[in-house]
């Protein structure tokens, strides 16, 4: 197969998305939507992730050293996306009626209808132009009780239904287009 030269891109490596959980100074729980999240290893599972830009949610973690990682699947795309979508420095992001949790390990808030939420603790802060790479140490992951079932690894993961994105939009973990960013939202705008 022939290959041709482009600039550089990601548009065929869709990433899975998390909801990545942290308290703000007040003690408040916020929620940002990240996808730029991986796996390391350093005698124990880890994760790194990417933040851009300047935002409440890298504050805090910068801060408080700990935050959780929500797994996005197709039901909470909406609110996900919403949360994505609104600033964090808005008053009210937080206002939408998330049923919301606390790590089993680490004092981090979890989005209790995520099947999977990893607890994670943030050992390095690589600065980049723009950007920084967060690596972590993997200290806990809290599963739902239903995928210890006897069912297969790939019937599990259609059932929870795990979402991707790339091209600025969203997909189901068969690659159906579910809309592109900001249209999920709309069905948890407060009217």
Known sequence: MGKISLKPYNDYCPQTLFLYGTYDEQGNPDFGLFCWFSYTWDKEMGVMCCIGGNKPTKDNIRRNKIFSASLVTEELLGIADYLGNVSGTDPDKMKIGLD????AVLDVPIINDSPVAFELEAT???????STVILCKMRNVLQDESLSSDESFEQKLMRIAP???TCKHYFSYQGKDLGGWGEPMRSVIKK
């Open 124 to 130: 390095d802060f690589i600065e980049k132009e723009g």
């Open 100 to 103: 919301i949790g606390k790590g």
């Open 163 to 165: 979402v991707k994105t």
